[in-house]
């Protein structure tokens, strides 16, 4: 098992920037992958950033490339998403995932991930 504890949210502006932290816990050397998805009310949760844990690899929704960037800590267990140039629609409660099952390079989406954060809320206003 592995708990994902979130942190960093809050609101800012558009322009500005944020960064999320995610502490993980229990059997985390088994992870081969973590990732940041998002849910908008009344919408589907959307991936953001997945980085593989062994080779630093990483992949973005097209949607962040260039402002945001996915990285781990593992020393600390920690993975960040350091976002800039935050727009509106960048309004969202912000997950931190991870996975242990070996299956190389996979899409960003939810059903390839199975532990799960609480979330936290992102707000950016114009």
């Known amino acids: 098992q592995v708990q994902l504890v979130e942190s960093g949210g809050g609101s800012a502006q558009a322009g500005g920037s944020l960064r999320l932290s995610c502490a993980a816990s229990?059997?985390?050397?088994?992870?081969?992958?973590m990732g940041w998805f998002r849910q908008a009310p009344g919408k589907g949760r959307e991936g953001v950033a997945i980085?593989?844990?062994?080779?630093?690899?990483?992949d973005y929704a097209d949607s962040v490339k260039g402002r945001f960037t996915i990285s781990q800590d593992n020393a600390y267990n920690t993975l960040y998403l350091q976002m800039n140039s935050l727009k509106p629609e960048d309004t969202a409660m912000y997950y931190c995932?991870?996975?242990?099952?070996?299956?190389?390079?996979?899409?960003?989406?939810?059903?390839?991930?199975?532990?799960w954060g609480q979330g936290t809320q992102v707000t950016v206003s114009s």
């Open positions: 229990g059997y985390t050397y088994s992870s081969r992958r």
């Open positions: 995932a991870a996975d242990s099952r070996n299956m190389g390079r996979v899409p960003l989406r939810p059903t390839y991930f199975s532990y």
């Open positions: 980085i593989y844990t062994s080779s630093g690899g990483t």
